[in-house]
T-cell receptor, first 113, second 114 residues
Framework: AQSVTQLDSHVSVSEGTPVLLRCNYS??????LFWYVQHPNKGLQLLLK??????LVKGINGFEAEFKKSETSFHLTKPSAHMSDAAEYFC???????????FGKGTMLLVSP | NAGVTQTPKFQVLKTGQSMTLQCAQD?????MYWYRQDPGMGLRLIYY???????DKGEVPNGYNVSRLNKREFSLRLESAAPSQTSVYFC?????????????FGDGTRLSIL
């Protein structure tokens, strides 16, 4: 069975400093991995996806994530935080050949001026 | 460019009342999903429809029923609402079952049951 662990429930950064949101997964087969962002009272928006191509994945708004199979990790990073990045972020895994998703519990990113 | 549309956006019910949440997508997707989101729990799958004419239970199906009305529409019904069903409900769709394409989400229905 697949599972996702987001290691921090909350992360606080200052505007202009780097962002690191950590995610570990467990999966029996070659997974697809996603990061979604949710702004207050909104639905989930796809940030980026890994589907067995390049291990370093670039997404929207300057975010990127690196798939590390040996560490079963898929951490999300951004070089410089912006106030508009404040939101909740979800790491998601999908088993190869299936469409059902397993969500992490989310990390709330707080950005201070 | 609507994507996935959910109605209503907000609803308050009394315990024991029934309600249907509506979802429609205009992307010609084959697969559709219903999730609930509770604080600190992420999203949990209630039911899904891999293709028109099929539905299957997800992780938390108890107390819910679904109908895949046609390719565009997938509704979620609460027959006898309970306070434990207070949650934010999200509908999603994807191109096809098993494809590498991501799911697209609606903006959610915020449901309170008193």
């Amino acid at each position: 069975a697949q599972s996702v662990t987001q290691l921090d429930s909350h992360v606080s950064v200052s505007e202009g400093t780097p962002v690191l949101l950590r995610c570990n997964y467990s999966s029996s087969y070659s997974p697809s991995l996603f990061w979604y962002v949710q702004h207050p009272n909104k639905g989930l928006q796809l940030l980026l996806k890994y589907t067995s191509a390049a291990t370093l994945v670039k997404g929207i708004n300057g975010f990127e994530a690196e798939f590390k199979k040996s560490e079963t990790s898929f951490h999300l990073t951004k070089p410089s935080a912006h106030m508009s990045d404040a939101a909740e972020y979800f790491c998601v895994v999908r088993e190869s050949g299936y469409s059902t998703l397993t969500f992490g519990k989310g990390t709330m990113l707080l950005v201070s001026p | 460019n609507a994507g996935v549309t959910q109605t209503p956006k907000f609803q308050v019910l009394k315990t024991g009342q029934s309600m249907t949440l509506q979802c429609a997508q205009d992307m010609n997707h084959n697969s559709m999903y219903w999730y609930r989101q509770d604080p600190g729990m992420g999203l949990r799958l209630i039911y899904y429809s891999a293709s028109e004419g099929t539905t299957d239970k997800g992780e938390v199906p108890n107390g819910y029923n679904v109908s895949r009305l046609n390719k565009r529409e997938f509704s979620l019904r609460l027959e006898s609402a309970a306070p434990s069903q207070t949650s934010v409900y999200f509908c999603a769709s994807s191109e096809a079952w098993g494809s590498n394409q991501p799911q697209h989400f609606g903006d959610g229905t915020r449901l309170s049951i008193l």
